[in-house]
């Protein structure tokens, strides 16, 4: 069954070059890459992207820490992956979300950590399950931004909306 995934390079990642070895990694998985882009990251969409961790203690440091705040890094690398078993795949290629308990052979078991402040650097976000891999990638990205139609979508004008355009 095809799948997508939204997957996020994360500011840690960006910083260690390590863009190039995740996408190389990724590539494991045969599956298509059907949208990509670099995003500066809002607090708005932080905070939305990791809504269901609002209650938890270290919210604010997950804000901080997508938005680019802790590295310096103030953007991610956003894509959606496609294919057969996408989350499967791809959450097994990427290890556990504490880079500690990740096999060191996953993505996050070779290149993430655990700082001195109890942060987890896990280079990387993949969808959970098919209901949050809809939410974070309508989130994320615009349909027309995505090379295959994954989800229903209808043209609508707007009017008055502003859009910066290259002078």
Aim: hydrophobic residues 40%; proline residues 4%.
């Amino acid at each position: 069954m095809n799948q997508q995934a939204l997957i996020l390079i994360k500011p840690d990642g960006l910083k260690k070059s390590l863009t190039g070895n995740i996408l190389t990694r990724l590539s494991e998985t045969k599956l298509e890459i059907v949208a990509a882009k670099m995003v500066r990251v809002s607090r708005e969409l932080a905070a939305e992207h990791y809504r269901h961790m609002k209650e938890k203690p270290f919210f604010e440091d997950l804000v901080k820490y997508i938005q680019g705040e802790l590295h310096d890094r103030r953007k991610v690398m956003a894509m959606v992956y496609w294919g057969e078993d996408a989350i499967t795949k791809i959450r097994q290629l990427s290890g556990s979300t504490n880079p500690e308990e990740a096999d060191p052979t996953t993505i996050r078991g070779s290149y993430g950590r655990i700082t001195t402040k109890g942060l987890y650097e896990n280079v990387l976000h993949t969808s959970s399950n098919e209901a949050e891999a809809e939410r974070e990638i309508k989130l994320w990205f615009q349909p027309d931004e995505i090379i295959v139609d994954l989800y229903p979508a209808k043209t609508v004008t707007l009017e008055k909306a502003k859009k910066i355009v290259w002078a």
